[in-house]
């Protein structure tokens, strides 16, 4: 609804997916399977440790808010240059360059925060922590790496609405405010501006010059 698009929401969706399905990937590959117990300093005699069915339901649940945050930020600042006149492909090169740096600083504090689970030497937490932090980093990795990739390959494509659901859909911004209520402020700002130009331009006396020649 608020970008006004299909295929935005459907390209998140499936970058967030893909997330989730390398991040419990990588869950099972490290406790089920043993791959790397040893670096998360987690002995076990049967080189396996069981997965708490509660863990994966919470992941998803974290992943899934923390990667949508990253797509709302970026496509956010893309709809913006798009809305400011450019092109598609200009669009995301702007926005992926004022969004990037944010979107990877935000992405390496959390993996920061989720990392130090693994020091913990309870397992569940441990698997927290390494689920977590592989899931924020890919979803980092997507943010500023897959979705803009696609965005450039739909192009025009992407802002393309079906013109029943824009009959209906309300047009609402990310601040809040209707972006009907923004243009139309807009427009009043430029009509009072051009009238006070006229306003001052009645004023000025024919000859271009404001000033009076008192007779001596």
Known sequence: VVFRSLL???????????????SFGVLTAVFQ???????????????????ISYVPLMMFAALF????????FAISHIQSAKLAGASAHEAVREGLAASGRVIAAAALIMMSVFGSFIINPNP??????????????????????????????????TWHLPKLLDRFLPHISIEGAPEERVELESEKAAE??????E???????????????LDK
């Open 124 to 157: 569940v937490i441990k698997e927290f922590g390494v689920g977590l932090t592989v899931a924020v980093f890919f979803a980092g990795l997507m943010t500023l790496w897959l979705t803009p990739a696609l965005l450039a390959l739909f192009g025009e494509a």
């Open 199 to 213: 306003d001052d331009d009645q004023q000025t006396p024919e000859g271009g010059s404001g000033l009076s020649i």
């Open 33 to 51: 399977w043993g791959w790397g117990l040893s670096l998360i300093d987690l002995p076990s005699p049967t080189n396996s440790v069981p997965i």
């Open 192 to 197: 009072g501006s051009l009238q006070s130009a």
């Open 8 to 22: 935005v929401p459907l390209q998140a969706v499936i970058t967030n997916l893909v997330c989730v399905g390398i």
């Open 65 to 72: 808010g923390l990667s949508m945050d990253y797509q709302v």
